[in-house]
Antibody, heavy 113, light 112 residues
Framework: EVQLVESGGSLVQPGGSLKLSCVAS????????MDWVRQTPGKSLEWIGE????????NYAPSIKDRFTISRDNAKSTLYLQMSNVKSDDTAIYYC??????WGQGVMVTVSS | DVVMTQTPVSLSLAIGQPASISCKSS???????????LNWILQRPGQSPKRLIY???KLYSEVPDRFSGSGSETEFTLKISRVEAEDLGVYYC?????????FGAGTKLELK
């Protein structure tokens, strides 16, 4: 059974940084592209970006480019989202997904002073 | 960005009734590969989204065959032949043809 478990969500001040992790199990992690998606309190879904199987290529939504970085460690079956210079608009539930087919349970990030 | 417009915003149906949800994109979702990356997911109350349909009409193996998808270019439809209790939640279409991938605002299916 495919499982994706996110961690690292918390309350962070505007301008601060945060790193989310997602541990995958139940399949060969290194064989699949991975994506991050977020869901705002208003409930809309927004694609953040994706990373290829060996971590050499990433694509990002223009709205977050240069502030967020996606990376992976295939030896640890773990996906990461490094968030920098966060803004109040970044407040959302962050989901780790396997090409938007399988989704984790999500982790809450709140940006507030 | 490609804008995905879903209608209706909500549906209230009795068990056993058919359901139909429309999803329209602001530009064609036919990719250079000849494939159309229009997909559907369902978010049940209090849960994370789950996959339903990919490339317009292909059901994932765990999805009941009462679900079906159709359409092309910019107009797509998700149908449920007979709604069951487990089908309630919010349905989202999303496109994976153009960067950035984008989602519709969702259609909430409620049971009467």
């Amino acid at each position: 059974e495919v499982q994706l478990v996110e961690s690292g969500g918390s309350l962070v001040q505007p301008g601060g940084s945060l790193k989310l992790s997602c541990v995958a199990s139940g399949y060969t992690f290194s064989n699949y592209w991975m994506d991050w998606v977020r869901q705002t309190p208003g409930k809309s879904l927004e694609w953040i970006g994706e990373i290829n199987t060996d971590g050499s290529k990433t694509n990002y939504a223009p709205s977050i480019k240069d502030r967020f970085t996606i990376s992976r460690d295939n030896a640890k079956s773990t996906l990461y989202l490094q968030m920098s210079n966060v803004k109040s608009d970044d407040t959302a539930i962050y989901y780790c997904t396997r090409t938007l087919g399988y989704w984790g349970q999500g982790v809450m990030v709140t940006v507030s002073s | 960005d490609v804008v995905m417009t879903q209608t209706p915003v909500s549906l209230s149906l009795a068990i056993g009734q058919p359901a139909s949800i429309s999803c329209k994109s602001s530009q064609s979702l036919l990719g250079t590969s000849g494939k159309t990356f229009l997909n559907w997911i369902l978010q049940r109350p209090g849960q994370s989204p789950k996959r339903l349909i990919y490339q317009v009409s292909k059901l994932y193996s765990e999805v009941p065959d009462r679900f079906s998808g159709s359409g092309s270019e910019t107009e797509f439809t998700l149908k449920i032949s007979r709604v069951e209790a487990e089908d309630l939640g919010v349905y989202y279409c999303w496109q994976g043809t153009h960067f950035p991938y984008t989602f519709g605002a969702g259609t909430k299916l409620e049971l009467k």
